[in-house]
């Protein structure tokens, strides 16, 4: 008892100090003007935290650990699973795929969810959030939600795309454009696309019970989006032929999950049913049709964590990251790396994305990482090398 208490005041004083001192350092309005490109070491790497489920920190207890490890865990052990992975990835950019926290146990909204970001915020690494189905279960709706997590600082999140905020569904629906290394004949192109949306939570349609979708209105808005990065990639100066790649990051399953098992997918296992919506909007097809997108990203589902390959899309869980979300005992909280690497041109300079790869880091005592694969490589002439 004592000692959580001691652990509790300790967390406190560093949300506090570390809060006042970024929110001190980065003016919001810097915030939005940070570009974000390749490294010198032709490099952009991305960390998936998937579920954290984050309820009030040292109070909230652990689900779903051994009985051994059930007295001393708490949101506390969330936390530092997390400054551990990013200490040891070191990532260009961190992405929450929602539940971040778990409405239903908490007391106050904004104090939850700048405790679950605050180690990203801590690190000084731009970040960005999207929505789960449990975010929305305290004081704030999902509309407060994202108008609270955009001010937060060194966050890249925004509410809506501007051309699209009036007739977007959802909250939590934008692009981010990375771009080539410096100095490179591709420092002012967008070479790698990132897509991140609002996958919704529970449906409000009659006679279609269970988990929202992403809706027709975010569906045009990607394909617009897409077609018009396509554009900017093929314009003058430096026109690129074909299509940069691009990656799509939400909470809910895509039905097409359900189409692997342990055996069958590429890497990682299956341990529980898909929960998807009861019905398919089509947003896979809308992705395979467009074909920038090389992979989607997912939460939802804890204790599932594979990626699987269907019709070249790769479609992958994250794996639970979060002590007070469901999981299995034993089977540790994990989190998913992403890196894109850049083709080395001659006379050394980096050009456009020639491989997406990807691994896990287990929340072990060493931070193991495992399955490691690729995902996407681009053919040596540039054309779409498509493996099914
Ligand atoms: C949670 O953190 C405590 C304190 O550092 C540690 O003793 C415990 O082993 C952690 N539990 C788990 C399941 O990692
Ligand atoms: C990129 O844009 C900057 C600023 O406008 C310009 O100075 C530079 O020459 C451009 N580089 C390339 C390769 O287009
Ligand atoms: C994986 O195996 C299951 C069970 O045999 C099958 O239903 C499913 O279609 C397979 N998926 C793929 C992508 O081959
Ligand atoms: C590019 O490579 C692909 C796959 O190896 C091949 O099918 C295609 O014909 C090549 N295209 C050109 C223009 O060389």
Same mark, same amino acid.
């Given at each position: 008892?004592? *000692?959580?208490?001691?652990?509790?005041?300790?967390?406190?004083?560093?949300?506090?100090?570390?809060?006042?001192?970024?929110?001190?350092?980065?003016?919001?309005?810097?915030?939005?003007?940070?570009?974000?490109?390749?490294?010198?070491?032709?490099?952009?790497?991305i960390?998936q935290?998937?579920?954290?489920?984050?309820?009030?920190?040292?109070?909230?207890?652990?689900? *779903?650990?051994?009985?051994?490890?059930?007295?001393?865990?708490?949101?506390?052990?969330?936390?530092?699973?997390?400054?551990?992975?990013?200490?040891?990835?070191?990532?260009?950019?961190?992405v929450f795929t929602?539940?971040?926290?778990?409405?239903?146990?908490?007391? *106050?909204?904004?104090?939850?969810?700048?405790?679950?970001?605050?180690?990203?915020?801590?690190?000084?690494?731009?970040?960005v959030?999207v929505?789960?189905?449990?975010? $929305?279960?305290?004081?704030?709706? =999902?509309?407060?939600?994202?108008?609270?997590?955009?001010?937060?600082?060194?966050?890249?999140?925004?509410?809506?795309?501007?051309?699209?905020?009036?007739?977007?569904?959802?909250?939590?629906?934008?692009?981010?454009?990375?771009?080539?290394?410096?100095?490179?004949?591709? $420092?002012?192109?967008?070479?790698?696309?990132l897509y991140f949306l609002?996958?919704?939570? /529970?449906?409000?349609?009659? /006679?279609?019970?269970?988990?929202?979708?992403?809706?027709?209105?975010?569906?045009?808005?990607?394909?617009?989006?897409?077609?018009?990065?396509?554009?900017?990639?093929?314009?003058?100066?430096?026109?690129?032929?074909?299509?940069?790649?691009?990656l799509a990051y939400f909470h809910?399953?895509?039905?097409?999950?359900?189409?692997?098992?342990?055996?069958?997918?590429?890497?990682?296992?299956?341990?529980?049913?898909?929960?998807?919506?009861?019905?398919?909007?089509?947003?896979?097809?809308?992705?395979?049709?467009?074909?920038?997108?090389?992979?989607v990203f997912v939460?939802?589902?804890?204790?599932?964590?594979?990626?699987?390959?269907?019709?070249?899309?790769?479609?992958?869980?994250g794996?639970?990251?979060?002590?007070?979300?469901?999981?299995?005992?034993?089977?540790?909280? =994990?989190?998913?790396?992403?890196?894109?690497?850049?083709?080395?041109?001659?006379?050394?300079?980096?050009?456009?994305?020639?491989?997406?790869?990807?691994?896990?880091?287990?929340?072990?005592?060493?931070?193991?990482?495992?399955?490691?694969?690729?995902?996407?490589?681009?053919?040596?002439?540039?054309?779409?090398?498509?493996?099914?």
């Amino acid at each position: 008892m004592a *000692d959580n208490r001691k652990r509790r005041t300790l967390f406190d004083f560093f949300l506090l100090s570390t809060t006042l001192v970024s929110f001190c350092l980065v003016p919001a309005s810097a915030q939005h003007r940070r570009k974000l490109k390749f490294g010198v070491n032709g490099e952009f790497k991305i960390l998936q935290v998937a579920d954290m489920h984050f309820g009030n920190g040292a109070t909230t207890r652990c689900l *779903d650990v051994l009985p051994s490890q059930k007295a001393h865990c708490s949101d506390l052990n969330t936390t530092a699973f997390m400054s551990r992975v990013i200490a040891a990835e070191k990532p260009d950019l961190i992405v929450f795929t929602g539940d971040n926290i778990f409405g239903f146990d908490v007391k *106050d909204a904004v104090k939850s969810m700048n405790a679950a970001f605050a180690p990203a915020i801590a690190s000084r690494i731009p970040w960005v959030a999207v929505l789960g189905n449990h975010d $929305q279960e305290s004081t704030l709706t =999902r509309q407060e939600l994202m108008n609270h997590i955009v001010k937060l600082p060194n966050t890249l999140s925004q509410v809506n795309p501007p051309e699209a905020a009036h007739y977007i569904d959802g909250f939590g629906n934008y692009n981010l454009q990375i771009h080539g290394a410096s100095e490179s004949i591709l $420092q002012n192109k967008s070479v790698l696309n990132l897509y991140f949306l609002d996958s919704g939570d /529970y449906s409000s349609v009659p /006679y279609m019970e269970g988990y929202d979708w992403v809706k027709t209105s975010q569906q045009f808005w990607f394909d617009r989006t897409s077609k018009r990065l396509q554009r900017e990639y093929n314009a003058k100066p430096n026109p690129q032929q074909g299509i940069a790649p691009g990656l799509a990051y939400f909470h809910i399953p895509l039905p097409e999950f359900s189409s692997f098992n342990s055996k069958n997918a590429t890497k990682g296992v299956r341990q529980e049913g898909t929960s998807s919506a009861s019905t398919n909007s089509g947003f896979f097809t809308t992705l395979v049709n467009r074909g920038d997108v090389k992979s989607v990203f997912v939460g939802h589902d804890h204790v599932n964590d594979f990626c699987g390959k269907l019709k070249g899309l790769n479609l992958c869980y994250g794996g639970g990251f979060g002590y007070h979300a469901y999981g299995k005992a034993g089977w540790a909280r =994990r989190a998913r790396v992403v890196v894109a690497d850049l083709n080395k041109k001659r006379k050394g300079n980096w050009g456009d994305v020639k491989s997406i790869r990807t691994w896990k880091r287990l929340d072990d005592q060493y931070l193991s990482v495992i399955d490691a694969q690729v995902l996407w490589t681009n053919s040596v002439n540039g054309s779409v090398v498509r493996r099914l």
